[in-house]
């Protein structure tokens, strides 16, 4: 006889615990409404694609009255952002003229700005974490998305909920099978994602070098360096086959004070391929459920800001479904609609910008082999600083600011399901 699975019930049950479930899962249950976040994975600990936490999201911290804890983690901050193309410098986007508390750009593992969010999110009654439950179907009932079928560890079980949400990233099980098909705009490019040790007299900054068809990316976390070798799409199993001494030779030529390290790299086992991907679902939207994040938006890793955006979708959706969340009944579509028509227009044009971004430069630097130099336009930056504030408001803060508008419920109520 095949095992029942046993049923949770709850208001909200949201997908994913990346930077969009887990903010959201946050606000929703510090606004009283009986949330579940289910993450597939055990712990938050493994390699996650960006470490950087923006202005606008640490204004967002600021307004939860999380601002000084959180910033008691480790981390490194990034006033002044640079890129080096061939031999020259370019400091490409000033932080400190912000119109926000914080006037960097704060670099922290992800891990531990999840486990953060976790550890505040557990103050509230209405949460529930499980980790390592994995969302392997939906359950439909006539119109409606009405839950999920999970896996644990310890057997199956089927989530229930007034109103799902997919936050499961760009590869979402849950957006497939509730058959919302995003449209693609392609990405030219995949990232080598692997980590060499960090010794005093390194660089202190993270930063990036374009140069002879290549494009290394490093970010400092303290003691080692995290570092994205960036490849034209579909070539990883090419460059595979030349070897690791192949991949080791060209990092060296690209940061020459890695040398010698590249040895810590023993076999493309230490070499994690990420691959990238630019889409945009044209409804986020069906009875019953939402996507927000990657899971309604691919993010290309063009300014590193998919996760801020990811936070501004929480923000947005929080602020319009806390209420009637913490209430009981049903959420209609229309609320569901007003998330999007929110959040699509600043995914819109941000995407818009990567994509031209990926067309324009890296597509052509990548295609090249000899030195390059900077175009004109950039040696500007170098002249007048007053340009690398533009690039600082458009990474740092993003258009259409979110600010957290959902009011806490310190009696933590718990609302369980309407159905
Ligand atoms: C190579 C690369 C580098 C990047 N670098 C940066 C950067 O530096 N800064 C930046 O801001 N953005 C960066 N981005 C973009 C950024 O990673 C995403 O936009 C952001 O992570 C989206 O957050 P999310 O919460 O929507 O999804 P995700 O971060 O993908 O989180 C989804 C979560 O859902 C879980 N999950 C998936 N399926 C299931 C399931 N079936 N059941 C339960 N759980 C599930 C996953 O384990 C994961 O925890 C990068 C992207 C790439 C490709």
Known sequence: MDEIP?????????????PAGMMLG?????AGADTLVLEKHQDF?????GDTIHPSTLEIMDELGLYDEFLKLPHQETRLLKAQVGETELPMADFTHLPTRAKFLAFMPQWDFLDFLARQAKHYPAFRLEMGAEAIGLIVEGERVAGVKVKTAQGSLEARADLMIAADGRSSLVRREARLVPKEFGAPMDVLWFRLSWKEGDPEQTFGRMDGGQILVLINRGTYWQCGYVIPKGTALELKAQGIAALKERVENLAPFLQG???ELKSFDDVNLLTVAVDRLP???KPGLLCIGDAAHAMSPVGGVGINLAIQDAVAAAN?????????????????????????????????LQVVIQKRVISRVLAGTGTISPPWFLR???????LRCFPAALVGLGIRREHVLSNERLDGTANSASG
């Open 45 to 49: 600990f493994r390699d996650f694609r």
């Open 283 to 285: 409804l986020w939207h």
């Open 26 to 30: 946050f606000l929703l249950a510090r």
């Open 261 to 263: 390290r590249a040895a």
């Open 6 to 18: 046993q049923t949770i019930s709850c208001r909200c049950c949201i997908v994913g615990g990346g």
């Open 380 to 386: 500007l930056f170098i002249r007048f600083p007053v």
């Open 320 to 352: 319009i479904l806390a209420e009637p969340l913490s209430g009981a009944g049903p959420v209609s579509n229309e609320l569901l609609a007003q998330v999007q028509k929110r959040r699509e227009w600043p995914t819109k044009v941000i995407q818009g």
